[in-house]
Nanobody, 123 residues
Framework: QVQLVESGGGLVQAGGSLRLSCAVS????????MGWFRQAPGKEREFVAV????????YYADSVKGRFTISRDNAKNTVYLQMNGLKPEDTAVYYC????????????????WGQGTQVTVSS
């Protein structure tokens, strides 16, 4: 059974940093893309970043470009989201997701999802 388990969320002051982790189990994701999405209360789920597991190529939402970095550790089967320069508008539940093939920013095209981890940025 495929499982994605996020961790690393928390409360941080504006300008601070957090690193989210997504532990992947249940299959080999070498031909998959791994994405991070977020959802704030009352808002639609929003694309943050994606990495193609095989090539390591990445793509970011404009709102996080230059502040967030997505990466993966093949040996640990884990995907990370390093978040620097956090802003109050980054406050949301962050989700890890996986889809077969190349990365995309459309959350409806992802097959597997984690349970989410809360990130709160205070001003």
């Amino acid at each position: 059974q495929v499982q994605l388990v996020e961790s690393g969320g928390g409360l941080v002051q504006a300008g601070g940093s957090l690193r989210l982790s997504c532990a992947v189990s249940g299959r080999t994701f070498s031909s998959y893309a791994m994405g991070w999405f977020r959802q704030a209360p009352g808002k639609e789920r929003e694309f943050v970043a994606v990495i193609n597991w095989n090539s390591g190529s990445t793509y970011y939402a404009d709102s996080v470009k230059g502040r967030f970095t997505i990466s993966r550790d093949n040996a640990k089967n884990t995907v990370y989201l390093q978040m620097n320069g956090l802003k109050p508008e980054d406050t949301a539940v962050y989700y890890c997701a996986a889809r077969r093939g190349s990365g995309t920013s459309y959350y409806t095209q992802y097959d597997y999802w984690g349970q989410g981890t809360q990130v709160t940025v205070s001003s």
